[in-house]
């Protein structure tokens, strides 16, 4: 059974920094391509980031380049996102997805799914 869990989401002023995780079980995780997403209440769930198995990155949301970096640790099965420079706007649940194929924008795309980890920024 493949469980993805995120972790690492909280409460934090605008201008500070989080860093996010994802860890896999019961995936073959260094086959996988794995995104970030997040939706905020009343909002449509948007792509940030994803990342293939060897590394190679996308960014989807231009208001996430330059601030967020995606990463990987295969040997950990573990997908991380580093959120720099954070704003009010960037309050939303974020989500580690998986799925065996190329990286896409669309998160219909992907059939593995985290719970999601609360992320909220004060201002």
């Known amino acids: 059974q493949v469980q993805l869990v995120e972790s690492g989401g909280g409460l934090v002023q605008a201008g500070g920094s989080l860093r996010l995780s994802c860890t896999a079980s019961?995936?073959?995780?260094?086959?996988?391509?794995m995104g970030w997403f997040r939706q905020a209440p009343g909002q449509e769930r948007e792509g940030l980031s994803c990342?293939?198995?060897?590394?190679?990155?996308?960014y989807f949301l231009n208001s996430a380049k330059g601030r967020f970096t995606i990463s990987r640790d295969n040997a950990k099965n573990t997908l991380y996102l580093q959120m720099n420079s954070l704003k009010p706007e960037d309050t939303a649940m974020y989500y580690c997805?998986?799925?065996?194929?190329?990286?896409?924008?669309?998160?219909?795309?992907?059939?593995?799914w985290g719970q999601g980890t609360q992320v909220t920024v004060s201002s």
């Open positions: 997805a998986a799925r065996y194929a190329g990286c896409s924008t669309s998160w219909s795309a992907y059939n593995k």
């Open positions: 019961g995936l073959a995780f260094n086959a996988a391509a």
């Open positions: 990342i293939r198995w060897n590394g190679n990155s996308t």
